[in-house]
């Protein structure tokens, strides 16, 4: 009798194979699991290392080969996939002088934040935007955009794009096909007067009512530019302040018009640590990648640790503990987070650690 069962399983089970369909209990362990499955493990960076390989890449790679000139970076445990994390894209990006990508568009939401030189460019949507180390300028799901160097030196960003999740949405589109008036175009005209998202929304609690806010198909912010000279200073005038146990003090970057992030599926934020200041350990459902702006620290994450300094690059994959120290003096740190989207799907989760080693629900899905 239990030859026969055998039996009679062992063709149920060459029979769901020809059928396409897979046996439930034969997979349940790997569906039903306990926590959030980790893929893309923590990592670093280092702009020591990674600087003389852009450099390289610089003079040997012409720009009308690649159109955008980047290392992307690969997460080690994503198996060679082009993505920082499950849910991020991002890349280091070199611009000569004279040089520029033609416009173009996509479904991924992109931001760049600039290191290194003056002289870059970024047009979104008619506004020329020129860029200086510490500014945030985003390029939204939808809107033309090009970009380029201007300036007598190279200079170089770190694009963060939401690719991964849109890919695994099966949505991601990149269009080059940009006309004006029938005739195809390489670059944008500038439709939009100097200085137009900073004169228009760079004055906290005052919102202009002459303009349509709507700049594009989707819900993101029109202020197509954050200036780092504002969020230093906004930084500088929080230092003296308790802040987050956990994060320190941490600003985030918004929606003029709408309070909410910049973007539907990334939030973009800075953090100051103080001289000497250690975050308590917390964990989340979303996933983080850090760029080092000032300052040399720490971070711990899932009990490894990783020493940082200015351009480095690292990441804090989903629902491992993490902590930041910055036992030297004042460091800065610009993040990208994926937690817009998991809030929109009600999967946002923050737990934290109290100083006894306690562990505390911070958010709740």
Not at 313 to 329: I, L
Request: glycine share 8%; with cysteine; aromatic share 8%.
């Amino acid at each position: 009798m239990q030859h026969e069962q055998s039996s009679v399983r062992t063709t149920l089970s060459r029979d769901a194979s020809a059928l396409n369909l897979v046996e439930f209990w034969k997979e349940r362990a790997d569906i039903e699991i306990q926590e959030p499955r980790k893929t893309a493990v923590p990592h670093l960076w280092q702009w020591s290392e990674i600087s003389p390989r852009l450099a390289v890449a610089s003079k040997t790679v012409p720009i009308e080969e690649c159109e955008r000139r980047a290392l992307v970076f690969a997460n080690p445990g994503l198996g060679g996939k082009p993505y920082i994390t499950s849910t991020l894209f991002a890349a280091y990006s070199l611009y000569n002088p004279g040089e520029s990508a033609p416009v173009h568009r996509h479904t991924p939401c992109a931001s760049r934040f600039v290191l290194e030189g003056n002289g870059g460019f970024t047009t979104v949507a008619g506004e020329k935007i020129p860029m200086s180390r510490g500014d945030l300028v985003l390029t939204p799901h939808g809107c033309w955009h090009d970009h380029g160097n201007d300036g007598t030196e190279s200079v170089v960003w770190v694009d963060v794009l939401d690719v991964p999740l849109i890919e695994a949405l099966n949505s991601t589109v990149f269009e080059f096909d940009y006309a004006e008036e029938g005739q195809a175009k390489t670059t944008q005209s500038i439709t939009r007067p100097s200085g137009y998202s900073t004169r228009l929304y760079s004055y906290g609690g005052i919102t202009p009512t002459f303009v349509d806010h709507q700049r594009g198909s989707v819900d993101h912010s029109p202020m197509f530019v954050y200036r780092w000279e504002d969020t230093r200073e906004a930084l500088k005038a929080m230092a003296n302040l308790p802040g987050s146990p956990y994060d320190a003090i941490t600003v985030e970057y918004t929606n003029p018009v709408s309070g909410g992030s910049v973007m539907p599926t990334m939030s973009h934020r800075s953090t100051l640590l103080r001289a000497g200041e250690k975050t308590v350990s917390q964990r989340k459902t979303a996933s983080s990648v850090f760029v080092v702006l000032e300052g040399s620290g720490t971070t711990e994450i899932d009990g490894v640790r990783f020493d940082w300094k200015p351009n480095d690059v690292f990441c804090v994959p989903a629902w491992v503990w993490h902590h930041h120290e910055a036992p030297g003096g004042e460091a800065v740190l610009y993040s990208v987070t994926d937690s817009p989207s998991l809030t929109k799907l009600g999967l946002m989760r923050k737990q934290g650690r109290t100083n006894d080693g306690a562990i505390v629900e911070l958010e709740a899905a």
